[in-house]
């Protein structure tokens, strides 16, 4: 509660016990220099209240300028805010807010006291998504032991990825009318529910040093936030392949998603098969504007797909090869990616890339043998149709 409402409430409390002291006396009670004698009170009353709002306003400013030093000293402009943590100063606190009674948790016996508070246990944890700092340098940085680094910044994947998991969820029904509308008024397709697209991490074993790739499985709409990911597969593995293995196309086909009376679908790239539920372009468009606009409408869709998978690697971490086991260079995606659309959230565009490249493919599949329903057939020539008729209108 803001401390001057607290301080009215207070003074309009001590005021009615005043009246309703005066009620309650005898009324031939003789009451000399009643008057006068209330005065003290009344006079406190007003005192108190205002110390008490004076006091509630700096232990609030107390609070925010001590959380803004704990985060780091040696931050010193919003500039280098955005530098070191991916985010403006203002989300930084709204994060360190609400995350403070799942970061200031009971520590491990082996490291404890940390004696760290929740703001500089974030900073920590974001230094390193943010800025892919490794520990060494992190330790340095906040004059903690690397155990502690690491522990800060296990820590945040840990309640991120399994308390904040919801800020990436699939739409409900309602909420997709919306998604399909934003595609709609990009593209002239009605009825798209996102884009679907496979972006791939590298990962070095530091024990053997070896190297491998860890895909994940993103889909997005139109104003880049994530609507579903799972990451983990094989990098080796076509993005065709990950599609079939994953929940995603499980739960498509047994009509748990995309099961408005109406259709509904996703889209994709050629690496992809043609589905009746996910639409990817004409492979080979015949001569004429029909197929070729409807081409040219599909990579306009796809756009935000490309922005997002490239703001993923604006994060420090994942933009170059993750020296941890898999395990952790997971959780580092998910981590990263409900802080994408936290920030999207806020409005804040601080990690958001201004420009991206179409080069981050696995493994291609040989599609064109495979056998292609009707009905997939049929939609995307539909599509196509109400594209061109739309234009022509």
């Keep these: 509660m803001e401390s001057r409402k607290l301080a009215a409430i207070l003074s309009s409390l001590i005021s009615q016990l005043l009246l309703l002291l005066l009620h309650i ?3 031939n009670s003789p009451l000399p220099n009643s008057s006068h004698s209330l005065i003290p009170l009344l006079l406190f009353s007003h005192q108190l209240t205002t110390t008490l709002s004076l006091s509630l306003s700096r232990k609030r400013k107390r609070k925010r300028k001590r959380d803004s030093q704990d985060a780091n000293p040696l931050i010193r402009s919003p500039d280098s805010f955005r530098n070191s943590f991916m985010m403006t100063s203002s989300t930084f606190q709204w994060l360190s807010g609400l995350l403070e009674p799942l970061l200031d948790c009971r520590d491990p016996a082996e490291l404890f006291p940390l004696n760290l508070s929740p703001a500089l246990r974030l900073a920590i944890g974001l230094s390193r998504l943010a800025s892919g700092l490794d520990y060494p340098d992190i330790s340095a940085r906040f004059a903690v032991s690397v155990p502690v680094a690491k522990f800060c910044v296990k820590q945040l ?4 990825c399994t308390n904040f998991r919801f800020w990436v969820s699939f739409p409900n029904p309602s909420d997709l009318r919306s998604v399909s509308q934003s595609f709609q008024s990009l593209s002239g397709l009605p009825n798209c529910c996102g884009v679907v697209f496979c972006t791939r991490f ?10 491998s790739r860890v895909a994940a499985q993103i889909v997005v709409d139109s104003s880049f936030r994530i609507l579903t990911i799972a990451a983990g597969f094989l990098g080796d593995k076509t993005d065709s392949q990950i599609l079939k293995s994953s929940t995603l196309f499980n739960d498509i086909e047994q009509g748990t998603l995309l099961n408005a009376p109406f259709t509904q679908y996703l889209i994709a790239d050629s690496q992809y098969p043609l589905l009746p539920w996910l639409i990817v372009p004409f492979a080979q468009p015949l001569p ?4 070729a606009d409807f081409n040219a409408a599909h990579a306009t869709m ?3 797909a490309l922005r997002t998978a490239a703001s993923l690697r604006n994060w420090g971490v994942l933009s170059r090869p993750v020296t941890e086991e898999l395990k952790m260079a997971v959780a580092y995606i998910g981590a990263c990616s409900i802080l994408h659309n936290s920030l999207l ?12 490249e179409d080069s981050d493919s696995g493994p291609c599949d040989s599609l064109e043998g495979e056998a292609v329903s009707s009905k997939a057939l049929a939609l995307r020539d539909t599509l196509a149709k109400k594209l061109d008729d739309s234009r022509n209108s």
Aim: with cysteine; charged share 15%; hydrophobic share 40%.
């Design 25 to 27: 006396l005898p009324r």
């Design 157 to 160: 994947c840990r309640v991120l």
């Design 202 to 211: 590298q990962v070095v074993n530091a024990h053997t040093n070896s190297s």
């Design 288 to 291: 004429g504007p029909l197929q």
């Design 302 to 304: 796809r756009l935000p």
């Design 345 to 356: 959230m806020r409005e804040d565009f601080s990690a958001l890339a201004s420009g991206f």
